[in-house]
C-alpha cells in the first residue's frame, strides 16, 4: 500500500512539473523585458550575464525592449518570446514587432533535447510556432556565444555523458 501511495504521488508531481521561460542577456548593454500573461509582470532590466526566468502560465508574451523608456511607448519595437501551455505541452515562438531593433544580434531559443531550437535569422522573420512537453524550459539567449558559469557546469557534463 505505501509503495502504491508514493508511486501515485510520484506521477502527480511529474504529470504537473512545469517547465520555465528563461530570458538571458549575454551583450554588453542592457535588455528590458516584462510579462503580459493575465497580469502584467514586473520589469526587468537584465545587465550582461543575467537571467530572468518565470514558470509557464497558459499563454504569456515576454516582451523585450533595447531601451529602458520604450517599455511605455506605444508601438516600440520590440522582441516577443511568447508561449502558450495547454496539457502537457508548450507551445513556442519568436518574433518582432514595431521594427528590428536587435538586428544583427544573435538570438535564440534553446529547448530540450528532442524539441525544436528556433535561431533569429532576420529583422522581420516570425519563426514558425514550436511544440515541446510542458515540463521543458525554454532559454532565449541575446549575443550567443558563450554561456553564463552556472549553465557551463551543466552543459560540459552533460557533453562528458553523452
Same mark, same amino acid.
Given at each position: 500500500?505505501?509503495?502504491?501511495?508514493?508511486?501515485?504521488?510520484?506521477?502527480?508531481?511529474?504529470?504537473?512539473?512545469?517547465?520555465?521561460? /528563461?530570458?538571458? #542577456?549575454?551583450?554588453?548593454?542592457? *535588455?528590458?523585458?516584462?510579462? *503580459?500573461?493575465?497580469?502584467?509582470?514586473?520589469?526587468?532590466?537584465?545587465?550582461?550575464?543575467?537571467?530572468?526566468?518565470?514558470?509557464?502560465?497558459?499563454?504569456?508574451?515576454?516582451?523585450?525592449?533595447?531601451?529602458?523608456?520604450? /517599455?511605455? *511607448?506605444?508601438?516600440?519595437?520590440?522582441?516577443?518570446?511568447?508561449?502558450?501551455? +495547454? !496539457? #502537457?505541452? *508548450?507551445?513556442?515562438?519568436?518574433?518582432? +514587432?514595431?521594427?528590428?531593433?536587435?538586428? !544583427?544580434?544573435?538570438?535564440?531559443?534553446?529547448?530540450?533535447?528532442?524539441?525544436?531550437?528556433?535561431?533569429?535569422?532576420?529583422?522581420?522573420?516570425?519563426?514558425?510556432?514550436?511544440?515541446?512537453?510542458?515540463?521543458?524550459?525554454?532559454?532565449?539567449?541575446?549575443?550567443? !556565444?558563450?554561456?553564463?558559469?552556472?549553465?557551463?557546469?551543466?552543459?560540459?557534463?552533460?557533453?562528458?555523458?553523452?
Amino acid at each position: 500500500m505505501m509503495y502504491t501511495t508514493l508511486a501515485l504521488l510520484a506521477f502527480i508531481a511529474t504529470a504537473q512539473a512545469v517547465g520555465r521561460a /528563461i530570458v538571458t #542577456n549575454q551583450c554588453d548593454t542592457p *535588455v528590458y523585458l516584462y510579462s *503580459v500573461s493575465s497580469t502584467t509582470g514586473p520589469e526587468v532590466e537584465l545587465l550582461k550575464d543575467q537571467s530572468y526566468s518565470e514558470s509557464y502560465q497558459s499563454t504569456a508574451f515576454l516582451k523585450i525592449f533595447a531601451a529602458q523608456d520604450a /517599455i511605455s *511607448v506605444p508601438n516600440a519595437s520590440q522582441i516577443l518570446f511568447g508561449y502558450a501551455l +495547454s !496539457g #502537457n505541452n *508548450v507551445s513556442y515562438n519568436l518574433s518582432d +514587432s514595431n521594427g528590428a531593433i536587435f538586428a !544583427g544580434l544573435a538570438l535564440s531559443i534553446k529547448a530540450a533535447e528532442g524539441c525544436e531550437d528556433l535561431y533569429w535569422s532576420s529583422p522581420k522573420s516570425n519563426n514558425t510556432q514550436q511544440t515541446c512537453g510542458s515540463d521543458t524550459d525554454l532559454e532565449l539567449s541575446f549575443c550567443t !556565444g558563450h554561456c553564463l558559469p552556472p549553465w557551463c557546469k551543466y552543459r560540459s557534463f552533460i557533453h562528458m555523458l553523452t
